[in-house]
Nanobody, 125 residues
Framework: QVQLVETGGDLVQAGGSLRLSCAAS????????VTWYRQAPGKQREMVAA???????NYADSVKGRFSISRDNAKNTVYLQMNSLKPEDTALYYC???????????????????RGQGTQVTVSS
């Protein structure tokens, strides 16, 4: 079984920082590009940041200069460092992997567009 689990969400004051983690568990061979999304109640899902397996990154304009995405392929984990948080950053944050290759009883299998359950980030003013 493969799971993506996001952790690190919390309640913080404006101006504070958080680091989110997106960790894959299971017999993972490799993970492709990973994107962090967020969704606030009553709002559309927003792409926050993305990183390719090779480390190329892309950010939403709203978080450029404040957020930083990184990954540790050996640990099958992607991070989202969030600084200078604003109340408008409040949302459920979740990660999505465009592909995950894993071993299942000796067979190599793959998942596409696999996401976790998310972690809540709340920023108070």
């Amino acid at each position: 079984q493969v799971q993506l689990v996001e952790t690190g969400g919390d309640l913080v004051q404006a101006g504070g920082s958080l680091r989110l983690s997106c960790a894959a568990s299971g017999s993972i061979k490799s993970i492709g590009a990973v994107t962090w999304y967020r969704q606030a109640p009553g709002k559309q899902r927003e792409m926050v940041a993305a990183i390719t397996r090779g480390g190329d990154t892309n950010y939403a304009d709203s978080v450029k200069g404040r957020f930083s995405i990184s990954r540790d392929n050996a640990k099958n984990t992607v991070y989202l460092q969030m600084n200078s948080l604003k109340p408008e950053d409040t949302a459920l944050y979740y990660c999505n992997a465009d592909s995950i290759a894993y071993y299942d009883r000796g067979y190599l299998r793959s998942l596409v567009n696999y996401r976790g359950q998310g972690t809540q980030v709340t920023v108070s003013s």
